[in-house]
């Protein structure tokens, strides 16, 4: 089986989750990582310049034998599967790891939205809000979910959801993002413990040394 992992050079949550759980499965496949110019053509176009089929227009794109896959949970389900980060026959503890993919998602949408704000300073004033309401309120649901002294928010192994929530909370908590406070996560203490978990993981580490940019900052944990 080839395959070809589409996106470009940056270690966002859609990419990261199933580009590292090929990797911790060790799952070979071609990191492809076009540049901002290639991706807004492929953005209108629906192809990139090789030819190769966007699906919806946009990123992640995994191509599994000449056929394209998108969207962020389809692929990392799809990657999970072959590298073990995803059960093929728990069809609950599926389900489970599914439930925290989406909700990544809804992270992602509620503070995204805020990137259409044109005025900076209600831009700032907004993300904060949003980190001491409807954010945090988010947070603490997660937050209960995990079990006391799990590494993992399924337990009792890394899956696919680990690593969206650790990517996408590192997001959150790196400074990328003004107005969003670092310390979003000081009053989560299971959701620091899982992401820690995640971050220290020895093929985890191997995959920051090989691809990301030197003293990149992945979160606040």
Not at 15 to 42: H, P, S, Y
Not at 100 to 124: G, R, W
Not at 174 to 184: A, I, Q
């Amino acid at each position: 089986m080839q395959l070809r992992f589409i996106y470009t050079n940056m270690p966002f949550w859609r990419a990261e989750v199933g580009r590292i759980t090929l990797f911790i499965g060790d799952v070979e496949f071609e990191d492809l990582r076009i540049d901002r110019e290639e991706f807004l053509r492929a953005k209108e176009s629906g192809k990139l310049d090789d030819g190769t089929v966007m699906p919806f227009h946009q990123m992640p794109v995994l191509v599994v034998d000449g056929t394209s896959i998108a969207q962020t949970g389809g692929i990392a389900r799809f990657c999970g599967k072959l590298s073990g980060l995803y059960p093929t026959d728990d069809h609950l503890k599926a389900a489970q790891i599914d439930q925290f993919i989406d909700f990544a998602t809804d992270l992602n949408t509620m503070v995204s939205s805020t990137n259409q704000i044109q005025d900076e300073d209600q831009k700032l004033a907004t993300r904060l809000e949003l980190a001491n309401g409807p954010l945090k309120r988010k947070l603490g649901m997660l937050e209960r979910l995990i079990q006391e002294g799990s590494d993992w928010i399924v337990p009792t192994s890394i899956s696919i959801a680990d690593i969206a929530i650790w990517r996408v909370l590192g997001w959150f908590t790196s400074g990328l993002l003004d107005g969003m406070p670092k310390n979003l996560l000081s009053d989560f203490p299971k959701i620091r413990h899982a992401c820690l978990a995640v971050d220290k993981h020895p093929k985890v580490q191997e995959w920051i040394g090989r691809t990301y940019p030197e003293n990149y900052v992945r979160g606040t944990y």
